[in-house]
């Protein structure tokens, strides 16, 4: 007959032990491990908003240039405005960077009314020095090949008109006002105060 040794009951009860240590352990291992949402907050990905790319507001030529004026030009865009106007455009910015606007080779006056982000929503002026004969030119030619009303107030020549333009049917525009030497050339789109151009016209010459 085989006799087979088995563990004694001393034995069994240090192996039952040592099993049971080794459970606890791995049950405190576990415990302590930081649950997902518990280890700690993560850096969020950056999620970029992107900046409206500034670009210079297209202006319509006028032949500004020398000329005999005893008009000084204005020093600023808001000075030649009155606090109604300026109420009216409150939120807007003015020579926005990289929308064009500021003082020409040519000592013209560049005032760009206009948010870099609403690229249809504009008002853009020129102030400058424009000769007698070309502006006259320039003026009698808006008013034949383009349709232009032209009046004579106030001892100078003004043109305007207005129109509709875009899938929106945003109101857009221009006019021009030349007196002494000096041009005003407003040009427009879905922004237009009432009473602009007879500001600047008080402002240099009232």
């Given at each position: ?18 099993v ?9 291992i ?12 993560t ?14 507001v ?57 948010d ?91």
């Open positions: 007959m085989r006799i087979v040794k088995g563990m004694s009951g001393t034995g069994r009860i240090v192996r039952a032990a040592a049971a240590l080794l459970a606890l352990t791995g049950v405190l576990t415990a302590c491990a930081p649950e997902p949402d518990a280890a700690g907050p850096t969020p990905a950056t999620t970029g908003i992107p900046t409206p790319t500034p670009t210079p297209p202006i319509a030529d006028f032949p500004f240039g020398p000329s005999q004026s005893t008009t000084p030009l204005p020093s600023d865009c808001e000075s030649i405005l009155t606090g109604d106007i300026l109420a009216t455009l409150e939120g807007i910015p003015v020579n926005a960077p990289g929308m064009g606007g500021g003082i020409r080779p040519d000592s013209s006056r560049v005032c760009v009314w206009a870099p982000g609403a690229s249809m929503t504009r008002l853009v002026t020129v102030v400058g020095y424009a000769p007698e004969r070309e502006a006259r030119d320039a003026l009698y030619l808006l008013g034949v090949d383009d349709g232009y009303l032209c009046y004579e107030p106030e001892d100078g020549l003004r043109c305007e008109k207005t129109w509709e333009d875009g899938p929106l049917g945003l109101p857009e525009g221009r006019t021009v006002y030349w007196r002494d030497g000096v041009a005003i050339d407003t040009q427009y789109a879905n922004l237009a105060p009432q009473g602009y151009t007879a500001a600047i016209v008080d402002a240099l010459w009232g």
